[in-house]
């Protein structure tokens, strides 16, 4: 079984912004998804949107593995809200699950809202991020299209919309 899977998202705290590690650890054992690492009602609600994006777009959801998934978003001192770990989170289990390759991911930011059939909705807070990517040394911000243009305003780090 694979090791687990880490990316990289952030947390919005007023203008400021923190990176997140978002893991993704599969285990044997009966299904069971649990996000852990102080989520809000809507990062908790993320797990129902995250499997439908993913089986809507053709992979095999976590609820299809028969395995325990958990997904950790650290620090765990930092409350996490809003929809913005969607993304990392599938992101994240599509590694773990060994449905996506990829040889470096340690640079990358990613956030977004999914919709049940896997499209990304935009979220608040990209600037910032952006901002927060590039003090920090990440290359590369992965957003919504409907974000690309704000986030591309930082123009030292390399956005997908």
Known sequence: MPSPAKVFSAATLGLNCLPI???VDMSAGLHNFQIVGLPDTAVNESKERVCSAIKNSGASPPHHTNRRVIVN???ADIKK??????LPMAVA???????LLA???SN????GELSLEGKLRPVSGVLSIALMARDRGFGELF???A???EAALVKEIKVFG
């Not at 809200?81 to 969607?86: A, K, L, M, Q, R």
């Not at 289990?93 to 449905?99: D, G, I, K, P, R």
């Not at 990358?108 to 956030?111: A, E, M, R």
């Open 21 to 23: 590690e978002v893991e």
């Open 73 to 75: 978003l650290a620090p």
């Open 81 to 86: 809200e809003g929809p913005s770990y969607d």
């Open 93 to 99: 289990f599509l590694l773990a699950s060994e449905q």
């Open 103 to 105: 040889s470096e991911i």
């Open 108 to 111: 990358k930011i990613f956030v």
């Open 143 to 145: 957003v919504p299209r």
């Open 147 to 149: 974000n690309a243009a």
